[in-house]
C-alpha cells in the first residue's frame, strides 16, 4: 500500500494549494478534561475561533464536534447520518472530484483521521491526512491567512460502507471470535481503570488491546512513525494483518488514528466502535475488565 494515498508532506501540499480539485479542511478541536479523584470529565468542542485567527490558505473548517455528528444520538459524538453529513459536504464546496486533505493541531492527528474515517464510511475514499499537520506547517514558517474561502455548492454522494462501522451488539458479538483483534486505543490509566471517564465504569472491552494512539506518533517529529516502524509496533502488540481489526476510545476518534496506520500497511479488515467507550462503559448489559 502506498503512504502516499493516506498521508501528504507539507512540501506537497504547499505546491498544490491552487490545485481546483483540492480541498484543504481544517479540523481543530479539542477533548477538554478535568479529572477529579479518579474520574475524567471530557468537553469535545471545535476550534473555529483558532481557525480565523490564521489557517492555512484555502482551507475550510469544520467543526468535528457538531458538523458531522449526530445531534439526535444518545452517544455523544456519533457520525451524522448521510443526509446530514452530505449536506455539510455539498454547502461547502466539497463534492465526489474532489481529494480532501484534512488537518488539525492534535500531537496524533485524530481529528483529522476521524474526517479520513467519516468520508470512507461514506464512499469517499479520495482524502488524504496532512502529516505532522499545522504544527509542523508553521515550523516550517510557511503561509497562514484569516480569509475565509468559498467554494461554488457541490454535490457529495454518501455510498454508506457498513463493514467500517460496528455498533455494540456488533462488538459483542465479535468477542471471543478467532480472527477478530479489538484494540483499545485509549491512554492506559483509563484501559486499567484507573482513570474513568465521566459517569462510565472502569475498564475496558474484554480481550481488547491496549495501544494508545500517541504510540503512533515519531515524538521526535510529531509525524507518523515510519511503516516500517508501525509493522513492527503493531507485530509486537499482537495484531495481524489478516486479522479483523476493531478499534475503539471513548467517542471513536481516537480509534481512527490506529485504523488510519493500519490502512496505511494495508490491513484490509478495519472497522470502528464509533460508540466506544462512551456508550460501552454506560450500558450495564455489556461485560467489562480490568
Request: hydrophobic share 40%.
Amino acid at each position: 500500500m502506498e503512504r502516499g494515498q493516506f498521508l501528504v508532506e507539507t512540501s506537497w501540499l504547499a505546491e498544490h494549494l491552487e490545485d481546483p480539485h483540492l480541498r484543504v479542511v481544517d479540523m481543530r478541536g479539542y477533548v477538554r478534561t478535568l479529572e477529579h479523584d479518579g474520574v475524567q470529565d471530557a468537553f469535545y468542542v471545535g476550534a473555529r475561533d483558532e481557525y480565523e485567527e490564521g489557517h492555512i490558505p484555502g482551507a475550510l473548517y469544520i467543526d468535528w464536534s457538531s458538523d458531522i455528528v449526530d445531534p439526535d444520538d444518545v452517544v455523544e459524538a456519533q457520525v451524522a447520518p448521510a443526509e446530514r453529513f452530505a449536506g455539510v459536504m455539498g454547502r461547502l464546496g466539497i463534492g465526489d472530484q474532489h481529494l480532501v486533505v484534512a488537518y488539525d493541531a492534535h500531537p496524533a492527528s485524530q481529528f483529522a483521521t476521524r474526517l479520513w474515517w467519516a468520508l470512507n464510511y461514506y464512499g469517499h475514499d479520495q482524502v488524504v491526512v496532512l502529516n505532522g499537520g499545522l504544527p509542523k506547517w508553521q515550523r516550517e514558517n510557511r503561509p497562514l491567512v484569516t480569509d475565509i474561502p468559498t467554494y461554488p455548492p457541490a454535490t457529495f454522494t454518501t455510498i454508506p460502507q457498513p463493514q467500517l462501522r460496528a455498533t455494540a451488539e456488533d462488538v459483542l458479538s465479535f468477542l471471543g471470535q478467532q480472527g477478530v483483534t479489538v484494540v483499545d486505543a485509549r491512554e492506559r490509566r483509563q484501559y486499567t481503570g484507573e482513570l474513568v471517564r465521566g459517569h462510565g465504569r472502569p475498564g475496558h472491552i474484554p480481550g481488547a488491546l491496549n495501544i494508545p494512539r500517541e504510540e503512533l506518533i515519531d515524538p521526535a517529529t510529531g509525524t507518523f512513525r515510519s511503516n516500517d516502524a508501525l509493522a513492527r509496533m503493531f507485530t509486537d502488540f499482537g495484531v495481524k494483518p489478516e486479522d479483523h481489526v476493531v478499534a475503539y476510545c471513548n467517542g471513536g476518534v481516537a480509534a481512527t488514528t490506529v485504523l488510519f496506520s493500519l490502512a496505511m500497511l494495508g490491513y484490509p479488515k478495519l472497522t470502528n466502535y464509533d460508540g466506544s467507550w462512551n456508550e460501552w462503559g454506560a450500558r450495564q448489559d455489556l461485560p467489562a475488565e480490568i
